[in-house]
């Protein structure tokens, strides 16, 4: 809405032309000049890191420096001009000199207090102040992955601005306006989205010098509150109104959605940017992250958007100047003019109260007209039209008594120019007759275009209009009680239709004469709408209803008015080229039959290009074979070995490093299960004469045997008492010592007693044990009962003695005797359980009692004071026993599966695909390891893939198969191999290839890999779940369609795997198909031997998809939030029920993976009780009485986890009863009562939260945050703090005590290093070294006390890792960057990690991590997926956009070690709780499907199909993807799309030249597929390539030379940077000119010749793709094309059945053709046109089709956001090139750490793939641009190599 941006006052859709002030400038305080000094000043604030209260301290004085300056700035003369005396009239200036000029003081500066200016001061500072922060705004996926239960805030205010300017929305085109915005919101809401929009009262006065944004704001809450089920909230007066604090306060909103600007294309300052900036800032002030409505866009998953995170600094800002933010707010609200200034400021007042009065009246006449109702649009049309007619009347009447008194004659010329009553009530007639048609008109008619202007009075007239409108709406209320239908006020006016109509009216006055002429239906509703507003207004005589006439001159049609349909533009037609390819046959041979096709002689054929074919042979970063088979690689090795035997030694031994390291790093992830692998001899096994002979006939076989079975088992029975002998033996000497140390600590002595269990075999010895286990513990706690006064005694030693007494009874019950069973039963009486000790007796037979009940009638001395159940359930949860079975498996070693287990090993021994779903560190990675145990037994050839989605997993998986299998093979052969996007080694030589996503598409994809594909026997897809991610989620999904071999898909976080597995099955099922069509058919001459081969072929492979789901964690998570209080952290237990609602329950019922522990179960039956005494349940699940606890002695998981099933049924139950207010109470009482959250500094306070953890034993922690230096700042703070403790203390003479120790080794050592070697030595000398060895050790023993860190200075300890073992780590991170800090680090037990972190340091916290030495690791989420590194604790250190529900679980699952840990402690920090709630009820994703295809990937596939060597089995690939992808698995419709697509890019790759006719790839067809990642610039960069663009960039310095200049690699890199580094930043960074440090930010355009060629690009893309749109058009669902998505309101009408004159005349305006774009954007004139010129087409096409303008591959050299401004492009590509600083990145040009790591290793993986394929296509060695690229590969690797390094 261009003209309403103009910032002026809006007339019925026009703007008022108003005249400017003499001088031409606007008296606006914000144009003034900044103040260079203090913009720097502010910049150092903004980049140092420093604590809250310093920032703020400086924060406050840079504020007051800023309005110093700014005072300064603001001289009196430049605010008003001198020369100008002339007086603003309101009425004739615009409304932004309205605003200033009421705000800002005049030359006499008697208009304006001293407050005012400090106000208008204010606003400045703010605005440059967020301006900075805006710098470092992340665009991020905003919902990620909460599904229903994330909670944010749309202001509505901003949400309305967005959308009015938004760039393909006419302006008044109110209807074309709704319906964006309901397609916004309703995208929302498809995305499972929770939220609500926030009006405040007091914006309303913003936008009073905007009548028609009043209108449609009142409109818009009106509309959102009737028609949808969105809430709105409108009670809030301003974002400083205490409820509105409260509100957030309760529900901590993800973050609120405001935008940064009111009116986009004016550069001016408005009031209502002031107003959304206090709004900003308030928001971050109050811990609510910000995001910008400008720059939201959209796709098939997920909605983007520029998220900020508040920051301490914002909080301390916004509490030191609320004060000041609140005034100026308010002078905002008090400043602005009373709509637009429409009247005089003398009448305003007494005018407006009586037309409020009219208007309330008005509302009573029209019940008595029409008591059963009417539609909102008549309404609305009569009333404001009514009363803009009695106001008319009233100012003629008016301006007519002032003339008479005043003379009319003088003040004749004076006198402005008005309409006359009669032309305003032609203007009333034209307005009813347009909203008549407006109701009856199917949209397709509406599809009008008129861009003529109302002269000044017609324009006035509609402004008032406009206004009565606003108040009519706004008045709404005073209709209550009278039906009045709400529907369609998304359509209360449209301007286009309205000077269509005025048109008509003034050219063609004959076809509105009459009723007749306007058709029966069209006329008579008109008239009767006419007759309702004579009757409303009846003072004023407005005359008939007929004619409808135009008053003269009233509409003023531009000279270069163009008539719609012009035949110049015409829609550009397009055939199909023909070509021939089986897959493009097969596949969309039904669609070819229906589309044209090019002649023979046509020019778009003739001068296709005939390139040389392509054919994929080298990798695409390394430059190295892709089709390497083993036995090249075995010829490779032995001709390095015969060429350079140097270069042999160098290989082998690096291969060796690596072994050794993976063996290493193998041993940190104890893999105790390392096996032996031989190949098993199938065919011999099989083979009947290679059996055992059968046993002769006769019994002297049998005999033998017998007498072999005896002597067998006499010496199994010496070898059993031997053992127990030996056993007694160790047991009577352990056990005074061992009695001695429970006496002494009970936690030392039971874990000396349960080692000596654990290495016992002898069952009669253990039972022995176990009871004088239980002894010592009853004797602790009769001592700990008889030192401890009964409130506060610790049930820790009542729990160690029920753990031994359920150990005892579970495991070795039927070896206990009577008397055994006896003493178990006084322990449990000595415990108060008398009813316990009832059923141990109840164990033993009536006849063996007499005598044995005596003692046990006795009261308990010393009870724990709670019910058996209660106490097992409160205290004992971890170490409940879990279902596990005793019967071993075979196909196990090391322990014994449970049945889901054992249901994985069957899919894997059927050779099934199997689909897993279970928690993390449950088990079922394992199956991964038994299917490539079977593959490597079966085969030397056989091949399992293991395909893990980060680089670090690669790494650890590939160190877990070097640690757990050993097998020999034949030369070059290998068991593992790896392949990433940038390392590979034994990728086609090895059994198990362990590799990311992308590369293995890569190999599947290669035409000459098929071979090596055919051998892969199994595919395992760890982390399945990333099917679902935001990038490469498409790859995971081309994996699971094309490979043919059975597969294993694993994931912690899946809730829908039965939707998955359907579809995979799908797609087995496809291949079962292509197996059997591919089988020979049976014939005379088919040998047996093939016959056989095919038969167990057919029996071998299985395409059955199993599904495997297991819900149980084997360790509980209790989760804590931390509060801080008294100086000490304070860890308070949150129960998960308190994080739901009501309304969730009742909605989304409880999540599926939503556990509680025993103790949480009890809490919860303790809280009903307590809400609902009367409960009728209640006494049956008390635990004392609940059946399954009633009397147990034992009471297991499962048996809780029934009495939680009982209890969440119960409470859903009352739910569904109604009892709402009883659920409340529970969930209140479930509560945690705490002051709150972390509130200080996270640095000064994080070894405090260290150290408190390992005083409470949570040690090892990992501590989860998603900024990088955060990560690092955590560590560093931990390191520094110890490091203090250290030198605290370190006595004054220990330093120089050291140093002289150290100087004597240094000379000992060189003294025993020369004695050493003497052959011959003398008696002296011997003694004199014997002397020196006996130094040398003392000295050494003190230096390494001197050394020894104390305990409390260290979390390492000491035995955790030997000393060997450290070493190897240090030594292999030695050259490492910061390796001796880091060492520092570790040694303390301290470590960080992070993607972006060196690759040895790294994996030495992780390896350290796992063995115990480092407890305490600061880390992003990188960590979590799939990283094995169990701990006792996982920290959230603070909110982000990052933690969401998936990585919530990812995380949380780190905490509980299974056999280390029964209980995993999840602590979260610095979160709010609103959001600890939501991440505990939020339910995991869903994965749905992605658009399968891109352009790029269409040419990759054709690649396939045309070189490869098996063209049956490389067509059945290509057609599993284009077939079966998840996005159209069961919608055909959506089949239909992508045939199309495909179809499409075929004919784009022909025009384009990379494939010729017969479907070969031909040209740059390679370098295209090598940065497919980068999909359209890959095209791009060819045509600058073909077209000699690169040539002419590429000057060498001097002739004949090898090398460029700088200059010359610096224009490389910005164009590749405009093409392959596309980050764009917000456009209000590019307004304010900002600057930065060390990074120039923003990146210049393309040169001109390259933005020429762009253009030319996308010209020739649009033309093919825009008919592709205009194909798949008939696919969309046109009765939801009709209706607003949200609403539903639909706007499918029939066609006038009467042919008038009048819509022939009005039919003539149609802009056509419009049968492939949407019909509300219709409204704003969009045609089919625009499809072959727009280059962002999703806010005018089709949304039912879900076609997004990421499908199309056009290359946008200039993107705006949706208001129409700039988005310039991200310099970081260019900027690392010259500064190679990876901080700078993060401090000027707003990445975050590791996000810039990895922006530009992406980029320098773009430079090496074009550098190699320009190598392998170019023949000259010596061209000029391969040689550049050559050099700017080896110079950005460099610079990147020395920053990671």
């Given at each position: 809405?261009?003209?309403?941006?103009?910032?002026?006052?809006?007339?019925?859709?026009?703007?008022?032309?108003?005249?400017?002030?003499?001088?031409?400038?606007?008296?606006?305080?914000?144009?003034?000049?900044?103040?260079?000094?203090?913009?720097?000043?502010?910049?150092?604030?903004?980049?140092?890191?420093?604590?809250?209260?310093?920032?703020?301290?400086?924060?406050?004085?840079?504020?007051?420096?800023?309005?110093?300056?700014?005072?300064?700035?603001?001289?009196?003369?430049?605010?008003?001009?001198?020369?100008?005396?002339?007086?603003?009239?309101?009425?004739?200036?615009?409304?932004?000199?309205?605003?200033?000029?009421?705000?800002?003081?005049?030359?006499?500066?008697?208009?304006?207090?001293?407050?005012?200016?400090?106000?208008?001061?204010?606003?400045?500072?703010?605005?440059?102040?967020?301006?900075?922060?805006?710098?470092?705004?992340?665009?991020?996926?905003?919902?990620?992955?909460?599904?229903?239960?994330?909670?944010?805030?749309?202001?509505?205010?901003?949400?309305?601005?967005?959308?009015?300017?938004?760039?393909?929305?006419?302006?008044?085109?109110?209807?074309?306006?709704?319906?964006?915005?309901?397609?916004?919101?309703?995208?929302?809401?498809?995305?499972?989205?929770?939220?609500?929009?926030?009006?405040?009262?007091?914006?309303?006065?913003?936008?009073?010098?905007?009548?028609?944004?009043?209108?449609?704001?009142?409109?818009?809450?009106?509309?959102?509150?009737?028609?949808?089920?969105?809430?709105?909230?409108?009670?809030?007066?301003?974002?400083?109104?205490?409820?509105?604090?409260?509100?957030?306060?309760?529900?901590?909103?993800?973050?609120?959605?405001?935008?940064?600007?009111?009116?986009?294309?004016?550069?001016?300052?408005?009031?209502?940017?002031?107003?959304?900036?206090?709004?900003?800032?308030?928001?971050?002030?109050?811990?609510?992250?910000?995001?910008?409505?400008?720059?939201?866009?959209?796709?098939?998953?997920?909605?983007?958007?520029?998220?900020?995170?508040?920051?301490?600094?914002?909080?301390?800002?916004?509490?030191?100047?609320?004060?000041?933010?609140?005034?100026?707010?308010?002078?905002?609200?008090?400043?602005?003019?009373?709509?637009?200034?429409?009247?005089?400021?003398?009448?305003?007042?007494?005018?407006?109260?009586?037309?409020?009065?009219?208007?309330?009246?008005?509302?009573?006449?029209?019940?008595?007209?029409?008591?059963?109702?009417?539609?909102?649009?008549?309404?609305?049309?009569?009333?404001?039209?009514?009363?803009?007619?009695?106001?008319?009347?009233?100012?003629?009447?008016?301006?007519?008594?002032?003339?008479?008194?005043?003379?009319?004659?003088?003040?004749?010329?004076?006198?402005?120019?008005?309409?006359?009553?009669?032309?305003?009530?032609?203007?009333?007639?034209?307005?009813?007759?347009?909203?008549?048609?407006?109701?009856?008109?199917?949209?397709?008619?509406?599809?009008?275009?008129?861009?003529?202007?109302?002269?000044?009075?017609?324009?006035?007239?509609?402004?008032?209009?406009?206004?009565?409108?606003?108040?009519?709406?706004?008045?709404?209320?005073?209709?209550?009680?009278?039906?009045?239908?709400?529907?369609?006020?998304?359509?209360?006016?449209?301007?286009?239709?309205?000077?269509?109509?005025?048109?008509?009216?003034?050219?063609?006055?004959?076809?509105?004469?009459?009723?007749?002429?306007?058709?029966?239906?069209?006329?008579?509703?008109?008239?009767?709408?006419?007759?309702?507003?004579?009757?409303?207004?009846?003072?004023?005589?407005?005359?008939?209803?007929?004619?409808?006439?135009?008053?003269?001159?009233?509409?003023?049609?531009?000279?270069?008015?163009?008539?719609?349909?012009?035949?110049?533009?015409?829609?550009?037609?397009?055939?199909?080229?023909?070509?021939?390819?089986?897959?493009?046959?097969?596949?969309?041979?039904?669609?070819?039959?229906?589309?044209?096709?090019?002649?023979?002689?046509?020019?778009?054929?003739?001068?296709?290009?005939?390139?040389?074919?392509?054919?994929?042979?080298?990798?695409?970063?390394?430059?190295?074979?892709?089709?390497?088979?083993?036995?090249?690689?075995?010829?490779?090795?032995?001709?390095?070995?015969?060429?350079?035997?140097?270069?042999?030694?160098?290989?082998?031994?690096?291969?060796?490093?690596?072994?050794?390291?993976?063996?290493?790093?193998?041993?940190?992830?104890?893999?105790?299960?390392?096996?032996?692998?031989?190949?098993?001899?199938?065919?011999?096994?099989?083979?009947?004469?290679?059996?055992?002979?059968?046993?002769?006939?006769?019994?002297?076989?049998?005999?033998?045997?017998?007498?072999?079975?005896?002597?067998?088992?006499?010496?199994?029975?010496?070898?059993?008492?031997?053992?127990?002998?030996?056993?007694?033996?160790?047991?009577?000497?352990?056990?005074?010592?061992?009695?001695?140390?429970?006496?002494?600590?009970?936690?030392?002595?039971?874990?000396?007693?349960?080692?000596?269990?654990?290495?016992?075999?002898?069952?009669?010895?253990?039972?022995?044990?176990?009871?004088?286990?239980?002894?010592?513990?009853l004797k602790a706690w009769v001592q700990h009962c008889r030192s401890t006064a009964e409130p506060s005694r610790d049930m820790k030693t009542a729990v160690l003695l029920m753990q031994k007494i359920h150990s005892v009874l579970n495991r070795r019950e039927d070896q206990l005797s009577p008397k055994t069973l006896t003493e178990v039963a006084h322990y449990l009486r000595e415990l108060g359980f008398l009813n316990l000790r009832d059923s141990v007796m109840k164990m033993i037979d009536t006849d063996q009692k007499q005598g044995m009940k005596r003692g046990l009638m006795k009261d308990p001395e010393f009870p724990v004071g709670l019910g058996a159940a209660r106490f097992q359930l409160q205290y004992m949860g971890p170490f409940l026993f879990r279902e596990e079975r005793?019967?071993?498996?075979?196909?196990?070693?090391?322990?014994?599966?449970?049945?889901?287990?054992?249901?994985?090993?069957?899919?894997?021994?059927?050779?099934?695909?199997?689909?897993?779903?279970?928690?993390?560190?449950?088990?079922?990675?394992?199956?991964?390891?038994?299917?490539?145990?079977?593959?490597?037994?079966?085969?030397?050839?056989?091949?399992?893939?293991?395909?893990?989605?980060?680089?670090?997993?690669?790494?650890?998986?590939?160190?877990?198969?070097?640690?757990?299998?050993?097998?020999?093979?034949?030369?070059?052969?290998?068991?593992?191999?790896?392949?990433?996007?940038?390392?590979?080694?034994?990728?086609?030589?090895?059994?198990?290839?362990?590799?990311?996503?992308?590369?293995?598409?890569?190999?599947?994809?290669?035409?000459?890999?098929?071979?090596?594909?055919?051998?892969?026997?199994?595919?395992?897809?760890?982390?399945?779940?990333?099917?679902?991610g935001e990038i490469g989620a498409e790859v995971w999904e081309h994996l699971l369609a094309i490979i043919r071999c059975p597969f294993l898909a694993l994931s912690a976080t899946i809730s829908n795997p039965e939707d998955l597995t359907q579809w995979l099955q799908s797609v087995k099922t496809y291949w079962e198909r292509v197996e059997s069509s591919s089988e020979e058919p049976p014939s005379s001459n088919t040998s047996q031997k093939s016959k056989r081969k095919q038969q167990a072929r057919r029996e071998e492979q299985s395409f059955k998809v199993r599904l495997v789901t297991y819900g149980e964690r084997y360790n509980d998570l209790e989760k804590l939030v931390c509060d801080f209080k008294d100086n000490e952290y304070k860890f308070i237990p949150y129960h998960p029920?308190?994080?739901?609602?009501?309304?969730?329950?009742?909605?989304?019922?409880?999540?599926?993976?939503?556990?509680?522990?025993?103790?949480?179960?009890?809490?919860?039956?303790?809280?009903?009780?307590?809400?609902?005494?009367?409960?009728?349940?209640?006494?049956?699940?008390?635990?004392?009485?609940?059946?399954?606890?009633?009397?147990?002695?034992?009471?297991?998981?499962?048996?809780?986890?029934?009495?939680?099933?009982?209890?969440?049924?119960?409470?859903?139950?009352?739910?569904?009863?109604?009892?709402?207010?009883?659920?409340?109470?529970?969930?209140?009482?479930?509560?945690?009562?705490?002051?709150?959250?972390?509130?200080?500094?996270?640095?000064?306070?994080?070894?405090?939260?260290?150290?408190?953890?390992?005083?409470?034993?949570?040690?090892?922690?990992?501590?989860?945050?998603?900024?990088?230096?955060?990560?690092?700042?955590?560590?560093?703070?931990?390191?520094?703090?110890?490091?203090?403790?250290?030198?605290?203390?370190?006595?004054?003479?220990?330093?120089?005590?050291?140093?002289?120790?150290?100087?004597?080794?240094?000379?000992?050592?060189?003294?025993?290093?020369?004695?050493?070697?003497?052959?011959?030595?003398?008696?002296?000398?011997?003694?004199?070294?014997?002397?020196?060895?006996?130094?040398?050790?003392?000295?050494?023993?003190?230096?390494?006390?001197?050394?020894?860190?104390?305990?409390?200075?260290?979390?390492?300890?000491?035995?955790?890792?030997?000393?060997?073992?450290?070493?190897?780590?240090?030594?292999?991170?030695?050259?490492?960057?910061?390796?001796?800090?880091?060492?520092?680090?570790?040694?303390?037990?301290?470590?960080?990690?992070?993607?972006?972190?060196?690759?040895?340091?790294?994996?030495?916290?992780?390896?350290?991590?796992?063995?115990?030495?480092?407890?305490?690791?600061?880390?992003?989420?990188?960590?979590?997926?799939?990283?094995?590194?169990?701990?006792?604790?996982?920290?959230?250190?603070?909110?982000?956009?990052?933690?969401?529900?998936?990585?919530?679980?990812?995380?949380?699952?780190?905490?509980?070690?299974?056999?280390?840990?029964?209980?995993?402690?999840?602590?979260?920090?610095?979160?709010?709780?609103?959001?600890?709630?939501?991440?505990?009820?939020?339910?995991?994703?869903?994965?749905?499907?992605?658009?399968?295809?891109?352009?790029?990937?269409?040419?990759?596939?054709?690649?396939?199909?045309?070189?490869?060597?098996?063209?049956?089995?490389?067509?059945?690939?290509?057609?599993?993807?284009?077939?079966?992808?998840?996005?159209?698995?069961?919608?055909?419709?959506?089949?239909?799309?992508?045939?199309?697509?495909?179809?499409?890019?075929?004919?784009?790759?022909?025009?384009?030249?990379?494939?010729?006719?017969?479907?070969?790839?031909?040209?740059?067809?390679?370098?295209?597929?090598?940065?497919?990642?980068?999909?359209?610039?890959?095209?791009?960069?060819?045509?600058?390539?073909?077209?000699?663009?690169?040539?002419?960039?590429?000057?060498?310095?001097?002739?004949?030379?090898?090398?460029?200049?700088?200059?010359?690699?610096?224009?490389?890199?910005?164009?590749?940077?405009?093409?392959?580094?596309?980050?764009?930043?917000?456009?209000?960074?590019?307004?304010?000119?900002?600057?930065?440090?060390?990074?120039?930010?923003?990146?210049?355009?393309?040169?001109?010749?390259?933005?020429?060629?762009?253009?030319?690009?996308?010209?020739?893309?649009?033309?093919?793709?825009?008919?592709?749109?205009?194909?798949?058009?008939?696919?969309?669902?046109?009765?939801?094309?009709?209706?607003?998505?949200?609403?539903?309101?639909?706007?499918?009408?029939?066609?006038?059945?009467?042919?008038?004159?009048?819509?022939?005349?009005?039919?003539?305006?149609?802009?056509?053709?419009?049968?492939?774009?949407?019909?509300?954007?219709?409204?704003?004139?969009?045609?089919?046109?625009?499809?072959?010129?727009?280059?962002?087409?999703?806010?005018?096409?089709?949304?039912?089709?879900?076609?997004?303008?990421?499908?199309?591959?056009?290359?946008?050299?200039?993107?705006?956001?949706?208001?129409?401004?700039?988005?310039?492009?991200?310099?970081?590509?260019?900027?690392?090139?010259?500064?190679?600083?990876?901080?700078?990145?993060?401090?000027?040009?707003?990445?975050?750490?590791?996000?810039?790591?990895?922006?530009?290793?992406?980029?320098?993986?773009?430079?090496?793939?074009?550098?190699?394929?320009?190598?392998?296509?170019?023949?000259?060695?010596?061209?000029?641009?391969?040689?550049?690229?050559?050099?700017?590969?080896?110079?950005?690797?460099?610079?990147?190599?020395?920053?990671?390094?």
């Amino acid at each position: 809405m261009a003209e309403e941006a103009s910032g002026t006052c809006d007339a019925e859709f026009e703007p008022l032309h108003h005249s400017r002030p003499a001088n031409g400038k606007h008296p606006d305080p914000f144009s003034t000049p900044r103040d260079e000094h203090s913009e720097e000043e502010e910049s150092d604030s903004e980049g140092e890191d420093t604590g809250a209260e310093i920032r703020s301290r400086r924060r406050s004085k840079l504020l007051n420096e800023a309005r110093d300056a700014a005072r300064a700035e603001m001289n009196l003369d430049q605010v008003a001009p001198e020369s100008s005396d002339e007086e603003l009239d309101i009425s004739q200036t615009g409304a932004e000199e309205s605003i200033v000029s009421k705000g800002v003081p005049s030359d006499k500066g008697d208009t304006a207090s001293v407050e005012e200016k400090n106000n208008w001061m204010t606003l400045r500072w703010l605005s440059q102040y967020l301006t900075r922060i805006f710098a470092q705004a992340q665009k991020v996926s905003l919902l990620r992955d909460f599904v229903e239960s994330e909670f944010f805030v749309i202001d509505g205010d901003s949400l309305m601005m967005t959308y009015i300017h938004e760039a393909t929305v006419d302006p008044g085109q109110n209807l074309h306006f709704f319906y964006l915005l309901e397609c916004f919101l309703f995208d929302l809401i498809q995305k499972k989205a929770k939220f609500v929009i926030i009006f405040f009262k007091d914006a309303e006065c913003i936008w009073k010098q905007y009548c028609s944004h009043l209108s449609i704001r009142t409109a818009l809450i009106l509309h959102l509150q009737h028609n949808t089920e969105v809430p709105v909230h409108t009670e809030f007066d301003n974002c400083f109104d205490p409820r509105w604090k409260k509100f957030l306060d309760d529900n901590h909103p993800y973050f609120v959605v405001v935008s940064d600007k009111a009116f986009p294309s004016n550069k001016r300052w408005h009031p209502g940017t002031g107003w959304f900036h206090v709004l900003m800032l308030h928001t971050l002030g109050n811990k609510i992250n910000i995001v910008l409505s400008s720059g939201m866009t959209q796709d098939l998953l997920r909605v983007y958007g520029y998220h900020m995170c508040s920051k301490p600094i914002n909080i301390s800002t916004l509490k030191q100047y609320e004060a000041e933010f609140k005034s100026a707010q308010q002078q905002l609200v008090k400043l602005a003019p009373f709509y637009g200034g429409m009247f005089f400021a003398a009448e305003e007042e007494k005018l407006m109260k009586r037309k409020l009065s009219g208007i309330l009246r008005s509302y009573s006449q029209l019940k008595r007209l029409g008591p059963k109702g009417s539609d909102i649009s008549r309404i609305v049309c009569v009333v404001s039209c009514s009363a803009a007619l009695k106001v008319c009347g009233y100012k003629m009447a008016a301006v007519k008594t002032t003339a008479e008194q005043r003379g009319t004659t003088e003040n004749k010329e004076a006198e402005p120019e008005e309409l006359t009553i009669q032309g305003a009530a032609d203007v009333c007639r034209m307005y009813c007759l347009h909203v008549t048609l407006q109701r009856n008109l199917p949209l397709s008619q509406r599809a009008l275009k008129n861009n003529g202007r109302w002269t000044k009075p017609v324009n006035q007239f509609l402004t008032l209009r406009r206004v009565m409108e606003f108040l009519v709406l706004k008045n709404l209320g005073a209709a209550d009680g009278w039906n009045v239908d709400m529907t369609y006020l998304s359509d209360l006016s449209d301007r286009h239709l309205l000077k269509s109509v005025a048109k008509i009216c003034s050219e063609m006055p004959s076809c509105t004469e009459s009723e007749r002429q306007l058709g029966n239906k069209i006329g008579g509703e008109y008239r009767r709408i006419w007759e309702t507003v004579a009757k409303l207004a009846p003072e004023v005589d407005v005359g008939p209803a007929f004619p409808v006439t135009c008053p003269s001159g009233a509409l003023l049609q531009p000279a270069d008015n163009a008539e719609p349909g012009n035949p110049e533009q015409n829609i550009p037609s397009i055939g199909l080229i023909p070509m021939t390819s089986t897959l493009a046959e097969e596949y969309v041979g039904d669609l070819l039959e229906q589309l044209p096709q090019l002649g023979s002689e046509d020019p778009a054929l003739t001068s296709l290009l005939k390139l040389k074919e392509f054919d994929e042979v080298l990798h695409w970063h390394s430059g190295r074979p892709i089709a390497e088979t083993l036995h090249e690689r075995t010829k490779e090795i032995s001709k390095a070995s015969v060429k350079d035997p140097k270069e042999r030694k160098k290989m082998l031994r690096q291969q060796q490093k690596q072994v050794v390291f993976e063996r290493l790093y193998g041993e940190s992830l104890k893999e105790n299960a390392a096996v032996t692998i031989v190949t098993n001899q199938t065919d011999v096994a099989k083979s009947p004469s290679k059996q055992q002979p059968s046993p002769r006939k006769g019994n002297s076989k049998k005999s033998g045997r017998k007498s072999a079975e005896l002597i067998i088992e006499v010496q199994e029975k010496k070898r059993k008492e031997e053992e127990e002998r030996k056993a007694k033996e160790l047991w009577s000497s352990l056990q005074e010592p061992i009695r001695k140390q429970m006496s002494q600590d009970i936690d030392k002595g039971i874990k000396a007693l349960d080692r000596f269990l654990q290495n016992c075999r002898n069952e009669c010895v253990k039972v022995t044990v176990e009871l004088e286990g239980i002894k010592y513990c009853l004797k602790a706690w009769v001592q700990h009962c008889r030192s401890t006064a009964e409130p506060s005694r610790d049930m820790k030693t009542a729990v160690l003695l029920m753990q031994k007494i359920h150990s005892v009874l579970n495991r070795r019950e039927d070896q206990l005797s009577p008397k055994t069973l006896t003493e178990v039963a006084h322990y449990l009486r000595e415990l108060g359980f008398l009813n316990l000790r009832d059923s141990v007796m109840k164990m033993i037979d009536t006849d063996q009692k007499q005598g044995m009940k005596r003692g046990l009638m006795k009261d308990p001395e010393f009870p724990v004071g709670l019910g058996a159940a209660r106490f097992q359930l409160q205290y004992m949860g971890p170490f409940l026993f879990r279902e596990e079975r005793n019967d071993p498996d075979p196909r196990v070693r090391h322990f014994i599966p449970d049945t889901w287990q054992r249901e994985l090993l069957d899919a894997v021994d059927n050779n099934e695909s199997a689909v897993i779903v279970a928690p993390t560190s449950s088990g079922k990675t394992y199956a991964s390891y038994y299917c490539m145990e079977k593959v490597l037994r079966s085969s030397d050839s056989g091949i399992v893939v293991y395909v893990a989605p980060t680089k670090a997993l690669v790494n650890q998986v590939v160190a877990t198969v070097y640690a757990r299998f050993t097998k020999s093979l034949p030369q070059g052969a290998a068991v593992c191999g790896c392949l990433t996007r940038d390392y590979q080694f034994n990728v086609n030589n090895c059994q198990v290839l362990v590799t990311v996503p992308q590369c293995l598409e890569i190999l599947l994809l290669s035409p000459h890999q098929q071979d090596w594909a055919k051998r892969i026997k199994y595919v395992i897809f760890d982390e399945v779940h990333c099917l679902g991610g935001e990038i490469g989620a498409e790859v995971w999904e081309h994996l699971l369609a094309i490979i043919r071999c059975p597969f294993l898909a694993l994931s912690a976080t899946i809730s829908n795997p039965e939707d998955l597995t359907q579809w995979l099955q799908s797609v087995k099922t496809y291949w079962e198909r292509v197996e059997s069509s591919s089988e020979e058919p049976p014939s005379s001459n088919t040998s047996q031997k093939s016959k056989r081969k095919q038969q167990a072929r057919r029996e071998e492979q299985s395409f059955k998809v199993r599904l495997v789901t297991y819900g149980e964690r084997y360790n509980d998570l209790e989760k804590l939030v931390c509060d801080f209080k008294d100086n000490e952290y304070k860890f308070i237990p949150y129960h998960p029920c308190a994080a739901l609602t009501v309304y969730h329950i009742k909605n989304y019922g409880i999540p599926s993976d939503f556990a509680l522990s025993p103790p949480e179960c009890l809490r919860l039956y303790d809280a009903m009780v307590q809400v609902s005494p009367g409960w009728p349940r209640a006494q049956e699940l008390e635990p004392e009485e609940y059946q399954s606890f009633k009397n147990r002695v034992i009471i297991r998981k499962r048996d809780v986890r029934e009495y939680e099933a009982e209890l969440k049924k119960e409470l859903v139950g009352w739910v569904k009863a109604g009892r709402k207010k009883e659920v409340e109470d529970v969930l209140l009482w479930l509560k945690p009562q705490f002051e709150g959250t972390f509130k200080k500094s996270q640095m000064k306070n994080f070894p405090l939260l260290v150290e408190t953890l390992q005083k409470m034993n949570g040690l090892p922690a990992l501590f989860f945050t998603f900024d990088i230096i955060m990560v690092e700042d955590f560590a560093d703070e931990l390191l520094e703090h110890l490091v203090e403790k250290l030198e605290s203390k370190v006595k004054p003479g220990d330093e120089k005590a050291r140093l002289q120790i150290e100087n004597r080794l240094q000379k000992l050592a060189k003294y025993l290093e020369k004695e050493e070697s003497m052959t011959n030595p003398t008696r002296n000398q011997s003694e004199q070294l014997a002397e020196y060895r006996t130094e040398y050790d003392m000295l050494r023993t003190r230096y390494q006390q001197l050394h020894t860190l104390p305990p409390d200075c260290t979390f390492a300890p000491a035995s955790a890792a030997d000393e060997k073992f450290l070493d190897k780590i240090f030594f292999r991170m030695r050259r490492s960057h910061r390796s001796g800090y880091y060492r520092e680090m570790l040694l303390r037990g301290i470590g960080c990690h992070h993607g972006s972190m060196n690759n040895k340091i790294r994996q030495a916290v992780e390896m350290l991590f796992r063995c115990g030495f480092v407890k305490v690791v600061s880390a992003t989420s990188t960590l979590a997926l799939g990283i094995n590194m169990p701990c006792k604790t996982v920290v959230f250190l603070h909110d982000s956009v990052h933690l969401d529900s998936l990585n919530y679980r990812q995380m949380s699952g780190r905490a509980g070690r299974r056999g280390m840990d029964n209980l995993g402690k999840v602590i979260f920090f610095d979160v709010p709780l609103p959001k600890v709630q939501r991440l505990i009820k939020a339910n995991i994703p869903q994965l749905k499907g992605q658009f399968p295809l891109t352009i790029s990937f269409v040419l990759r596939l054709m690649l396939l199909a045309a070189k490869a060597d098996d063209k049956a089995d490389a067509k059945a690939k290509a057609l599993s993807v284009l077939q079966y992808s998840m996005m159209t698995f069961n919608q055909p419709k959506k089949q239909d799309i992508v045939k199309f697509y495909f179809l499409f890019s075929l004919q784009f790759l022909l025009r384009e030249g990379f494939l010729n006719r017969e479907g070969q790839p031909q040209g740059f067809a390679g370098l295209v597929m090598h940065e497919h990642y980068h999909e359209p610039a890959n095209f791009v960069f060819i045509r600058f390539l073909v077209q000699g663009l690169l040539h002419k960039v590429c000057q060498r310095a001097q002739p004949y030379s090898k090398t460029f200049s700088e200059d010359v690699m610096e224009k490389l890199v910005l164009i590749l940077a405009n093409l392959f580094g596309r980050r764009y930043l917000l456009p209000c960074l590019a307004e304010q000119k900002l600057t930065f440090r060390q990074s120039k930010v923003i990146l210049d355009d393309l040169p001109d010749e390259f933005a020429a060629c762009v253009h030319e690009y996308n010209t020739n893309a649009l033309q093919v793709f825009g008919n592709f749109l205009l194909s798949i058009s008939k696919q969309a669902n046109l009765e939801e094309e009709l209706q607003l998505p949200l609403s539903g309101t639909s706007f499918m009408r029939p066609q006038l059945p009467e042919a008038t004159d009048f819509a022939s005349e009005l039919s003539k305006a149609l802009s056509s053709p419009t049968t492939a774009v949407s019909p509300f954007a219709c409204l704003s004139s969009h045609t089919d046109l625009e499809l072959f010129h727009c280059c962002d087409v999703d806010s005018i096409i089709f949304r039912t089709l879900g076609i997004h303008i990421n499908n199309i591959p056009v290359l946008r050299l200039k993107c705006f956001d949706r208001q129409g401004r700039r988005m310039l492009l991200n310099a970081y590509a260019l900027d690392f090139y010259k500064h190679g600083n990876l901080s700078a990145l993060h401090l000027d040009n707003g990445l975050n750490r590791g996000e810039a790591f990895d922006l530009v290793k992406d980029f320098s993986l773009v430079i090496a793939a074009i550098s190699t394929s320009l190598t392998d296509l170019c023949d000259n060695e010596n061209d000029p641009v391969v040689l550049a690229f050559q050099q700017l590969h080896r110079s950005y690797s460099s610079k990147l190599g020395q920053e990671y390094s």
